[in-house]
Nanobody
């Protein structure tokens, strides 16, 4: 079955950086676009970034210029490099892809930005 496993979250000070990873199995990874989403406490899950199978990226306005999505097809892994982190970036971050069985999600990784 399809599995997505995120890692790399943690506690970071404002202005700091983190790199999230999402390892994917159960699909032909190189053919799939991947998304990053996040959900802050008390808020709905929101889209953060997308990277297509060809490597084209798109970002939410709130993270544009600070976050960078990338992928390594040899490792079945998608990354989210997060720089200049702000308090409002605190959330659980999820990776996502779409299959014939529908949208697939990882378990999430917590990112906390705090001084």
């Amino acid at each position: 079955q399809v599995q997505l496993v995120e890692s790399g979250g943690g506690l970071v000070q404002p202005g700091g950086s983190l790199r999230l990873s999402c390892v994917v199995s159960g699909i032909i990874f190189r053919f799939n676009g991947m998304g990053w989403y996040r959900q802050a406490p008390g808020k709905q899950r929101e889209w953060v970034a997308t990277i297509t199978s060809g490597g084209t990226t798109n970002y939410a306005d709130s993270v544009k210029g600070r976050f960078t999505a990338s992928r390594d097809n040899a490792k079945n892994t998608v990354y989210l490099q997060m720089n200049s982190l702000k308090f409002e970036d605190t959330a659980v971050y999820y990776c996502n892809t779409h299959t014939l069985q529908g949208p697939q999600w990882g378990q999430g990784t917590q990112v906390t930005v705090s001084s």
